[in-house]
C-alpha cells in the first residue's frame, strides 16, 4: 500500500465521518423546532425580511470557509437565526448561528 492510498483512504473516512456528523446535527435542528423545509420557512424569510437561505453561501466568504452543506431556519427567544452547517477541506464540520437579518 502506497502512501497515496493511505490518503485517499483517510480522506474517504473523514467525508464519510462528516456526513454522520451532519445527519445528527441535522436530527438535532429539527428536535430544537428549526425549519429545514425550505416550503415552510420561505414565506417566514419573505414576511420578516430576513436574509434569503440563498445569500448565505455567498455572505459567508471571508468569514467561514468550506462548503456549505445545511442551513435551517431557527427561532431564538423574539428573533429568527440561522443555523450552518459548513464541511472545511479537511473534513472538519463547522456549526454557525447567525442571525438571519443580518448574518454578517
Avoid at 445545511?70 to 443555523?83: I, N, P, W
Wanted: aromatic share 4%.
Amino acid at each position: 500500500m502506497t502512501t497515496m492510498d493511505i490518503i485517499k483512504i483517510i480522506a474517504v473516512a473523514l467525508a464519510v465521518q462528516a456526513v454522520g456528523v451532519a445527519t445528527v446535527r441535522t436530527a438535532s435542528a429539527k428536535a430544537d423546532g428549526c425549519l429545514d423545509d425550505w416550503s415552510k420557512a420561505a414565506p417566514i424569510v419573505r414576511d420578516n425580511g430576513l436574509t434569503p437561505a440563498k445569500d448565505l453561501k455567498e455572505l459567508a466568504k471571508g468569514h467561514v470557509e468550506g462548503n456549505l452543506t445545511k442551513v435551517s431556519l431557527c427561532r431564538a427567544e423574539d428573533k429568527y437565526v440561522y443555523r450552518l452547517v459548513f464541511v472545511q477541506g479537511d473534513g472538519t464540520v463547522v456549526d454557525l448561528t447567525v442571525d438571519a437579518k443580518t448574518p454578517w
